[in-house]
């Protein structure tokens, strides 16, 4: 993998590998790595977030949308969906 940066964002990596005292190809690594790790975990987060979310609206939903189709045949479920993609 072959990754461009700025000359000055070498330059910072390389200051702040000098101080730590490792190579600045470890301090890349180290912060590439940092950064995927905390995007990946922020996405994992939001998607588990919003499944819950999902989950909850659709527990508030089932029962008012269940009560719509009780006996109800399933012809007169049909042309009520029929209904309401023609209107």
Known sequence: MTIR????????INQLADRFGIASSTLA???????VAKNLAAFDNQASMLEAMGKEIGRTLAGPVTSIFDGKTEQQIMDMVDKVKND
């Open 5 to 12: 940066l700025q000359p000055k964002v070498i330059d910072g």
């Open 29 to 35: 690594g180290l912060a590439i790595g940092e950064y």
